[in-house]
């Protein structure tokens, strides 16, 4: 099975003009997050709307993940599954998270029959591992199940944090430790940060026998190319004490003020001309030609 992991776009608290970060897992999308949304829709619609009939689409509950899957669920015409075990760690702190009847209304083309009648709650850092934990191995034994003949594909909208705790509990199970007492110690060595709507490819249920006994595999992690530079949010440069590499790193400018002096998209834009441009590059080169051999006749 392979398994797309997407975070959810910038949500309003995330935004520069935010004036508070309280909300964190129920915000919806800010006007930049609807733009990567849009933009995430477009990249992967185009590139898996031929492979419709092996995609399943799962989402968080909260406002920004829903609003992150619509436009490729639209591109898709597929009806993703609102999933309970998908929101961020810590859950809807200081409010319950939307209702069934309220996602049933402002996204009847979802089916949230899983999301319980007055919404979901707030977690502690125990059981935000434990369901972490709990959704790897469910994903296993159903990639196992499946096996390798229909090749399925699931694509995931979730949150950065939990995301991240996921990933590292299908990829290095042995590194989690479930008796967490804060947010703190879910990360205690390593954090693997993701932009708004990266994309991360696992493949699971594949074994090599011959060469691994690894039943993930990390493909790629925190791919972001449906963005430009100036489009990118999610990894901040600037609360790590960092800013520098805003300018070359392809994360965005996190914070710093800084926008990146290498523009990946205007690169590749050049190396792909068109015939207009290729005649006239020919026919300068011919010209040049010409002028130096003339000029040394």
């Not at 995931?156 to 967490?180: C, E, T, Y």
């Amino acid at each position: 099975m392979h398994l797309l992991l997407i975070t959810q776009g910038q949500c309003q608290f995330e935004a520069p003009a935010a004036e508070s970060r309280k909300g964190k897992a129920s915000g919806s999308l800010s006007a930049l997050g609807a733009k990567q949304a849009k933009l995430l829709g477009q990249h992967l619609g185009e590139q898996l709307k031929s492979n419709q009939s092996r995609i399943r689409l799962m989402c968080s509950s909260a406002p920004g993940a829903l609003e992150t899957m619509r436009p490729l669920a639209q591109i898709l015409r597929l009806c993703p599954a609102v999933t309970p075990e998908l929101h961020e760690c810590g859950g809807f702190q200081g409010a319950a998270g939307p209702s069934r009847d309220e996602i049933c209304r402002r996204f009847p083309e979802f089916d949230a029959s899983r999301i319980p009648e007055t919404g979901q709650g707030c977690e502690s850092p125990a059981e935000a591992c434990l369901r972490a934990a709990t959704l790897a191995r469910l994903l296993k034994h159903r990639a196992s199940a499946e096996g390798t003949a229909s090749e399925g594909l699931l694509i995931i909208v979730s949150h950065p944090d939990f995301a991240a705790l996921l990933a590292r509990f299908l990829l290095v199970p042995a590194q989690g430790d479930l008796s967490v007492q804060t947010y703190k110690d879910l990360f205690p060595d390593t954090f693997w940060p993701l932009n708004d709507t990266g994309v991360s490819h696992i493949i699971l249920g594949v074994r090599e026998s011959d060469r691994y006994a690894a039943d993930a595999w990390l493909a790629y992690w925190n791919r972001s190319d449906h963005l430009a530079e100036e489009e990118r949010t999610g990894v901040d440069y600037k609360r790590i004490g960092f800013g520098r590499a805003a300018e070359w790193a392809r994360l965005g400018e996190g914070g710093s003020g800084l926008l990146a002096k290498f523009t990946e998209q205007r690169v590749v834009r050049r190396s792909r001309r068109t015939r207009a441009e290729i005649i006239i590059a020919a026919v300068v080169g011919i010209v040049l030609a010409v002028f130096l051999r003339a000029r040394r006749a």
